[in-house]
């Protein structure tokens, strides 16, 4: 079955950096393109980064273009998300995420960004 688990996630201070990792199983993770969500405390959960199969096609949400950066190693089924000079605002859950037949979510992990 498809499994997805997030890790990287933490507390950090504004203007802070963190890594996160989503390893995948279960799908032919080389073929599938693949997608950061988070949701904030409150809020519809939202489309944050996608990553084509292949990572050479990205797409950012607006509010963290430069900032945030996306990537994938085929070979150990894992994406990564890249994030530098945190604000306060990217305080949520962040999930990765794949539609394979159907949309698969991880368990989410959880980045607060505060002083």
């Given at each position: 079955q498809v499994q997805l688990v997030e890790s990287g996630g933490g507390l950090?201070?504004?203007?802070?950096s963190l890594r996160l990792s989503c390893t995948a199983s279960g799908f032919p993770f080389?073929?599938?393109a693949m997608s950061w969500y988070r949701q904030a405390p409150g809020k519809e959960r939202?489309?944050?980064?996608?990553?084509?199969?292949?990572g050479g096609g990205t797409n950012y949400?607006?509010?963290?273009?430069g900032r945030f950066t996306i990537s994938r190693d085929n070979t150990k089924a894992t994406?990564?998300?890249?994030?530098?000079?945190l604000k306060p605002d990217?305080?949520?859950v962040y999930?990765?995420?794949?539609y394979y037949y159907q949309r698969y979510w991880g368990q989410g992990t959880q980045v607060t960004v505060s002083s």
């Open positions: 950090v201070q504004p203007g802070g080389n073929s599938y939202e489309l944050v980064a996608i990553s084509t199969y292949s949400a607006d509010s963290v273009k994406m990564y998300l890249q994030m530098n000079s990217d305080t949520g999930y990765c995420s794949t």
